[in-house]
């Protein structure tokens, strides 16, 4: 059974950085396009950044310019680098692994941002 674990998340003030991981365990990591969402209290959960298995990464107007995504695929790891938060990136991120035979989700880690 494959399970995605985020980490990484925690409070920060605005302006600073966080780092997030995403862990799979299994072999469809490499396999799996990486996906980073988000979901802010009273909203919708959104696309914040997407890295395929091959070709170049996809930001949303919200994330470009500010955050990285990225992964390493021998050690099974996803990572989603955030500069220069916001208050409005407050939410709960959640990773998730695209492949053509499934879909998996991590349970979340909550990113605060305080002013």
């Known amino acids: 059974q494959v399970q995605v674990a985020e980490s990484g998340g925690g409070l920060v003030q605005a302006g600073g950085s966080l780092t997030l991981s995403c862990a799979a365990s299994?072999?469809?990591?490499?396999?799996?396009?990486l996906n980073w969402y988000r979901q802010a209290p009273g909203k919708q959960r959104e696309l914040v950044a997407t890295?395929?298995?091959?070709?170049?990464?996809y930001y949303t107007d919200s994330a470009k310019g500010r955050f990285t995504i990225s992964r390493d695929n021998a050690k099974n790891l996803g990572y989603l680098q955030m500069n220069r938060l916001k208050l409005e990136d407050t939410a709960v991120y959640y990773c998730?692994?695209?492949?053509?035979?499934?879909?998996?989700w991590g349970q979340g880690t909550q990113v605060t941002v305080s002013s």
């Open positions: 890295m395929p298995t091959i070709g170049d990464p």
């Open positions: 998730n692994l695209v492949r053509w035979d499934a879909i998996h």
């Open positions: 299994g072999d469809i990591f490499s396999t799996s396009g």
